[in-house]
T-cell receptor, first 116, second 113 residues
Framework: AQTVTQSQPEMSVQEAETVTLSCTYDTSESNYYLFWYKQPPSRQMILVIRQEAYKQQNATENRFSVNFQKAAKSFSLKISDSQLGDTAMYFCAFSDLQGGSEKLVFGKGTKLTVNP | DAGVIQSPRHEVTEMGQEVTLRCKPISGHDYLFWYRQTMMRGLELLIYFNNNVPIDDSGMPEDRFSAKMPNASFSTLKIQPSEPRDSAVYFC???????????FGQGTRLTVV
């Protein structure tokens, strides 16, 4: 079974600085998808960024980028120029669509606080 | 589209009572997922449907939990009888065929006292 591990329960960063959230996963599949979701205090789950395992290039979405290390099964999220609105829980998630399973497997989350 | 709509947003009920959570997925989406979020266990998949058919219900904790999808625009998650340990936030999500992104509703916070 696939597992996703986020080793940092909480993190904080000063506004305008850069922060990196860690995520590792375990799978025997070669093709899969990885995601970072954001959950602000409103509780809404919002997709931040995704990465297809077959793509070597790291995904980037504005201030958000990932460092995908397939051999190490690592998928970290970097937030540049942190803003107060980035304060939220961040969840790393895995999906093995090629294996016939449609579900997302989530890590336990990292609570990020951006301080003014 | 208004997104995935869940109701109610909050539910407080007494132990032993029946609870029904409702979800309207995004129109045109073929997949519907029910997740439960707790502090201890994080986000867990309970069950998911494809074209209204339950595909994987291995995450449903007990027979007290049941889910239905009578049509493409509506699904329910029922707990009968409810217990305090069922207290959690329950999320519904939907996804289109061939799409990688699942869209989540705002969740129902259930408190069983």
């Amino acid at each position: 079974a696939q597992t996703v591990t986020q080793s940092q329960p909480e993190m904080s960063v000063q506004e305008a600085e850069t922060v990196t959230l860690s995520c590792t996963y375990d799978t025997s599949e070669s093709n899969y998808y990885l995601f970072w979701y954001k959950q602000p205090p409103s509780r809404q789950m919002i997709l931040v960024i995704r990465q297809e395992a077959y793509k070597q290039q790291n995904a980037t979405e504005n201030r958000f980028s990932v460092n995908f290390q397939k051999a190490a099964k690592s998928f970290s999220l970097k937030i540049s120029d942190s803003q107060l609105g980035d304060t939220a829980m961040y969840f790393c998630a895995f999906s093995d669509l090629q294996g016939g399973s449609e579900k997302l497997v989530f890590g336990k989350g990292t609570k990020l606080t951006v301080n003014p | 589209d208004a997104g995935v709509i869940q109701s109610p947003r909050h539910e407080v009920t007494e132990m032993g009572q029946e609870v029904t959570l409702r979800c309207k997925p995004i129109s045109g989406h073929d997949y519907l997922f029910w997740y439960r979020q707790t502090m201890m266990r994080g986000l867990e998949l309970l069950i998911y449907f494809n074209n209204n058919v339950p595909i994987d219900d291995s995450g449903m904790p007990e027979d007290r939990f049941s889910a239905k999808m009578p049509n493409a625009s509506f699904s329910t998650l029922k707990i009968q009888p409810s217990e305090p340990r069922d207290s959690a936030v329950y999320f519904c999500a939907s996804r289109g065929q061939g799409s990688l992104e699942a869209f989540f509703g705002q969740g129902t916070r259930l408190t069983v006292v």
